[in-house]
């Protein structure tokens, strides 16, 4: 299962922008070392569609154009921002000011805003801030899953491409 | 029979707690929606909340009668959708809401095309 020269990690332009303006341009991140897992035909390591940056990407896309004001990925992108910004704001990253314009934004952000970026991560400069998830949270037991609670821009490439 | 939030979570009174569980319980869900076979509430947060959370899915698996690994997937996208919802709202609640400052700065956020 050794492959971690590249990490890989789809999220929204939302979220990336809320971490750029007010987590000191610091980024939460869950990513595999696998872009996407199928070309692997299962060999290397067990990484379920769910957690596929391609796959992931691919469907954030698509709800993303079909302007699906029902899509499942945009409403837990929603909600992940605000477990984000309830931890931030514990943590004393945020004030209430800035807590109450990330709540705000996130209610008034458009489905555009939700379109997918996707994270490429050297995975040489980040191996000291990786962590597992736990067993319970990650896709498969076996997965090549891992968290990083604070990446610094400077530390990745986004790419945002055309489906 | 329609669906609820969890009395638990109704009855909290500490915001960064509903939240935080409000969270942990959809993350639950979803992975039960996924097929994981004995979906847990994850051990990564607080305790508090993770009592909170535990307690909420239990509520829902005694509403139901069935472990949530077993509640087909229309039902608990159903659970879902409305613990989004409510912890939107909640949270809404809680700090306020600025929809003229919220407008001008995700305005200022779109003209700024660049990722880099």
Redesign the interface.
Known sequence: MEKLPILYSTNTWLAYMIAQRYYKSEHYVWCTPFFDPRRNGGRDAAVPPTSSPFEVYCSLAEEVSRRDRHSKKIEENRVGILRGANAKKQAGVIDEVQEKDIVSIVSQAEIPDFRPLMYVIPYSVVVDRMREPPPEDKAHPLSAEYVIDQLPRDLFDVIEFGM | MSVTVPQSLQQSLR??TL??A??FV??TL??SG?G?QN??????PDENVRVLANKAISEIEQQEGMPIASLPADRI?EY??VL?DF??RT??RA?????E???N??SE??SSTS??
């Open positions: 915001k960064e939240i935080d409000g969270y959809i993350r979803r992975n996924r994981y979906p847990l509430v994850s051990t990564e996208n879902i959708a989004e912890t939107r949270y809404q700090v306020g809401h600025d929809s400052r919220a407008a700065i995700l956020m779109r990722t880099d």
